[in-house]
C-alpha cells in the first residue's frame, strides 16, 4: 500500500503542518484527506473520525487499502488525537471522481457495546478507580485518575449481567462523583470536572466565526425539595383549611433539604425523594443543590466556531477545559468544553465547540451501596 502523501495534489487541497490530518494502520501513514471531521467530547464515547477523500485522477497509481477493524492512531500534525480502530470503509465510484471514505472510533467503542465480563460480579472493599480498571482490563483499555477521582471506597458493588461495560463505568462514577471520557492514547480517565483554562479561548473578533446562544427554561424549577417516601394519609381534604400544608411539611421538615432557582419567574415546585439509606439526608441536601444547578447549567449553552484547532498556546482543543469566552463588549465567561467537533474541508478548518457552566456535567450525588446494604441489614434484624 503506497502512503497517500500526495492525494491533496488530487483534491486540490494543501493543509498546514500543524493541522494535517493522518493515520496510521498497519504502519503506515496515511495522509492528505480532504475532507475530516474529528467528535470528542466529555459526554461523547467513543470518540469518533471520519476521513474523506476523492480521488480525481485514479489512473496516478495511489492506493488505499485500510482493512475494516484495524487498529489505528489518529494525529493532527505531531498531536496523537484518537487512538482506536478502523470501523467501516466505502467507496463510491462514479465516471468523474472515487470518493474513499473511513471512520473511526476510539477503543472505547468495546466497552459501549461489549457486555462486562467478570471472575466474579460482586465485588468488595475496592475503589470506583478499581472497579473501573477491572471492567476495563478485558479488553485491554487502561484506566487512570487525575485529581483524586475515583479514589472513594465503595465496600460492596455488584454488577448487573447484562449490563455493558460502559454502564458499569458510568454507575460508578457517579457514585465517585466524578466524570470519565476518552484520552488521545486509548486510554481512559477519571477525573472531576475540569479546571485547567485554555490559552486565549474564544474571542468574538478574534477567533469567532459564528456563535449562537440558549438560554431556557425547559427542565428547570422554581424550587426543588426533598420528600420522605413514606405515604401522607390526608385525613380531611385538602381544601379543608392547610390540613394537605400540613401533611407536606411532615414529610419535609425532617429533612430540610430545599433548594431554589431565582432564575424560574412562576411556581415550578419539583418533588424529589429521599433515599433508604440516607439516614442523616446528607446526600439529599447536596442533591437538591445538584438538582438546581445542574438543570441551570443544561439550560445555557453556547454553541460556538472558531477558525482554529488550537488555542492561543497552540494546544489543541480538548474536552473538559475551560473556555474563555470574550463578547464585543469585552465581558467574559468562563464555560466547559462538553463537545468538540474539529472539521477540515473545502472551506478551511474550523472547530465547532458546545460550551456549558460547569456545573452542568457535575455527577448527581448517590448514597453509597455500603450505606444501602448496612440500612437494608438493620431493618431485616429489626
Given at each position: 500500500m503506497s502512503v497517500l502523501s500526495t492525494v491533496s495534489e488530487f483534491v486540490g487541497y494543501d493543509q498546514t503542518a500543524s493541522n494535517a490530518v493522518s493515520i496510521t494502520v498497519n504502519g503506515n501513514q496515511i495522509s492528505g484527506w480532504g475532507r475530516v471531521s474529528i467528535r470528542m467530547g466529555v459526554d461523547i464515547m467513543p470518540w469518533t473520525a471520519m476521513l474523506e477523500t476523492t480521488l480525481y485522477q485514479p489512473d496516478t497509481g495511489a492506493s488505499v487499502d485500510i482493512p475494516a477493524g484495524a487498529a489505528c492512531v489518529l494525529s493532527i500534525g505531531g498531536d496523537t488525537v484518537l487512538t482506536g480502530y478502523v470501523q467501516s470503509v466505502s467507496e463510491e465510484l462514479t465516471p468523474q471522481e472515487h470518493v474513499y471514505r473511513?471512520?473511526?472510533?476510539?477503543?472505547?467503542?468495546?466497552?459501549?457495546?461489549?457486555?462486562?465480563?467478570?471472575?466474579?460480579?460482586?465485588?468488595?472493599?475496592?475503589?470506583?478507580?478499581?472497579?473501573?480498571?477491572?471492567?476495563?482490563?478485558?479488553?485491554?483499555i487502561s484506566v487512570s485518575a487525575v485529581g483524586g477521582a475515583g479514589d472513594i471506597q465503595i465496600q460492596q458493588f455488584s454488577v448487573i449481567l447484562t449490563e455493558t461495560a460502559y454502564e458499569v463505568i458510568e454507575r460508578v462514577c457517579r457514585l465517585a462523583g466524578c466524570i470519565f471520557y476518552d484520552q488521545p492514547d486509548g486510554t481512559i480517565v477519571l477525573s472531576p470536572v475540569g479546571t485547567t483554562v485554555a490559552s486565549g479561548g474564544v474571542q468574538q473578533?478574534?477567533?469567532?466565526e459564528r456563535l449562537v446562544s440558549l438560554s431556557s427554561l425547559e427542565?428547570?424549577?422554581?424550587?426543588?425539595?426533598?420528600?420522605?417516601?413514606?405515604?401522607?394519609?390526608?385525613?380531611?381534604?385538602?381544601?379543608?383549611?392547610?390540613?394537605?400544608?400540613?401533611?407536606?411539611?411532615?414529610?419535609?421538615?425532617?429533612?430540610?433539604?430545599?433548594?431554589?432557582?431565582?432564575?424560574?419567574?412562576?411556581?415550578?415546585?419539583?418533588?424529589?425523594?429521599?433515599?433508604?439509606?440516607?439516614?442523616?439526608?446528607?446526600?439529599?441536601r447536596k442533591r437538591v443543590q445538584w438538582e438546581v444547578a445542574r438543570r441551570y447549567g443544561r439550560s445555557q449553552v453556547i454553541e460556538a466556531t472558531v477558525s482554529s484547532w488550537r488555542d492561543g498556546s497552540g494546544t489543541l482543543w480538548a474536552p473538559n477545559t475551560l473556555i474563555p469566552l470574550t463578547r464585543a463588549s469585552s465581558s467574559r465567561n468562563d464555560l466547559l468544553l462538553g463537545e468538540l467537533e474539529l472539521v477540515q474541508g473545502e472551506d478551511g478548518t474550523h472547530a465547532n465547540m458546545v460550551l456549558m457552566p460547569?456545573?452542568?456535567?457535575?455527577?448527581?450525588?448517590?448514597?453509597?451501596?455500603?450505606?444501602?446494604n448496612e440500612v437494608t441489614a438493620a431493618v431485616s434484624r429489626d
Open positions: 473511513v471512520v473511526i472510533a476510539s477503543r472505547s467503542v468495546d466497552l459501549v457495546e461489549c457486555s462486562a465480563e467478570f471472575s466474579t460480579y460482586q465485588m468488595n472493599n475496592t475503589t470506583a478507580l478499581g472497579i473501573a480498571q477491572q471492567v476495563c482490563q478485558p479488553f485491554g473578533g478574534v477567533n469567532m427542565g428547570r424549577f422554581s424550587s426543588v425539595q426533598a420528600i420522605i417516601q413514606n405515604p401522607a394519609i390526608l385525613f380531611t381534604p385538602p381544601a379543608d383549611g392547610d390540613k394537605h400544608a400540613q401533611q407536606m411539611q411532615a414529610q419535609t421538615a425532617p429533612v430540610n433539604a430545599s433548594a431554589s432557582d431565582p432564575g424560574v419567574p412562576r411556581r415550578r415546585p419539583l418533588l424529589i425523594p429521599v433515599e433508604l439509606a440516607d439516614d442523616n439526608y446528607s446526600v439529599a460547569s456545573d452542568a456535567f457535575v455527577p448527581e450525588p448517590l448514597v453509597l451501596p455500603a450505606e444501602q
